[in-house]
């Protein structure tokens, strides 16, 4: 009785020592897992801000080039604005200038 004793003790030992093997095994498993998770999502945390990154550089190019057209857009009429002004000034001052002629050299 006390050999079979002894021998279910051993069995119990070898059980439970393969048990913690299979356990260790699958910590270190979970471990890697999370490992490699842990890397994925750093690779993808800087492809996010690194397109991230891309976006803003491209709005800051396009309202860089709509502030541009805009400010052409801007000058260009104030340019027209300013030659239709001298025109219709040196109409008036060139009909002034007939006015008083007419009216001195009869």
Known sequence: ???QGEQLLQD???????????????????????????????QLIGDAEAKAEEVVEEIEKKTEADSQAAHESILAEAQ????????????????????????VLP
């Open 12 to 42: 119990l030992v070898k059980h439970e020592q393969a048990l913690t093997a299979k356990v260790d095994e699958a910590t270190a498993a979970a471990a890697e897992i999370v490992g490699g998770a842990e890397q994925e999502a750093q």
């Open 80 to 103: 027209a604005e300013v030659k239709r002004t001298v025109a219709h000034a040196t109409s008036a001052r060139n009909a002034a200038v007939e006015l008083v002629l007419e009216r």
């Open 1 to 3: 009785m006390e050999a």
